[in-house]
T-cell receptor
């Protein structure tokens, strides 16, 4: 079965420190990978995606993500966290040959402390 | 910018009521989706539609139905609301025509509405 795991329910980081939000996946073939962010009482906003090519993908708001095929991971990173980055982050995959259905992870709540 | 709007931000209904959640997108997208979001479970796909009057079941369609009479509008219907349908409901659209198989296209992504938080008492 296709699945996405985000092993941490909650990540706390001090403002100015680097942050990492982890994502691993289990899908057949070569998936396309996405990160979305959800601010309180808002819908999901697209951050970045990996399709092919360079394993390091840069996205909105200074975020980047690293695709690691051997570890089936797609971790979200930012060199210097801001308090305004505090939100719920979702990893999603678009499996190869699986029609239009995206598979979402359970979400990780990021808290950046001033 | 693509805009996806949902008819209500907050909704409170009684058990057994028929509930309509409306979603409208303004970018002529082919595909529309309804998800529910629950803590610790992420987003789960209820139904999606790839064309007017077309619909496909997602992972958790039980207790729900949908309607797509116009391209820009996708409605989620709870025929008889129950307390276990208390949740956040998210609508999304994407621009690419549904294909039953084959690799995703590089431009494929979803655009989400703000969500409707439904409470069933």
């Amino acid at each position: 079965a296709q699945s996405v795991a985000q092993p941490e329910d909650q990540v706390n980081v001090a403002e100015g420190n680097p942050l990492t939000v982890k994502c691993t996946y289990s899908v057949s073939g070569n998936p396309y990978l996405f990160w979305y962010v959800q601010y309180p009482n808002r819908g999901l906003q697209f951050l970045l995606k990996y399709i092919t090519g360079d394993n390091l993908v840069k996205g909105s708001y200074g975020f980047e993500a690293e695709f690691n095929k051997s570890q089936t991971s797609f971790h979200l990173k930012k060199p210097s966290a801001l308090v305004s980055d505090s939100a719920l982050y979702f990893c999603a995959v678009r499996p190869y040959n699986y029609g239009q259905n995206f598979v979402f992870g359970p979400g990780t709540r990021l808290s950046v402390l001033p | 910018d693509v805009k996806v709007t949902q008819s209500s931000r907050y909704l409170v209904k009684r058990t057994g009521e028929k509930v309509f959640l409306e979603c409208v997108q303004d970018m002529d997208h082919e595909n529309m989706f309804w998800y529910r979001q629950d803590p610790g479970l992420g987003l789960r796909l209820i139904y999606f539609s790839y064309d007017v009057k077309m619909k496909e079941k997602g992972d958790i369609p039980e207790g729900y139905s949908v309607s797509r009479e116009k391209k820009e509008r996708f409605s989620l219907i709870l025929e008889s609301a129950s307390t276990n349908q208390t949740s956040m409901y998210l609508c999304a659209s994407s621009p690419l025509r549904f294909r039953p198989a084959g690799p995703p296209l590089s431009t494929d992504r979803q655009y989400f509405g703000p969500g409707t938080r439904l409470t069933v008492l």
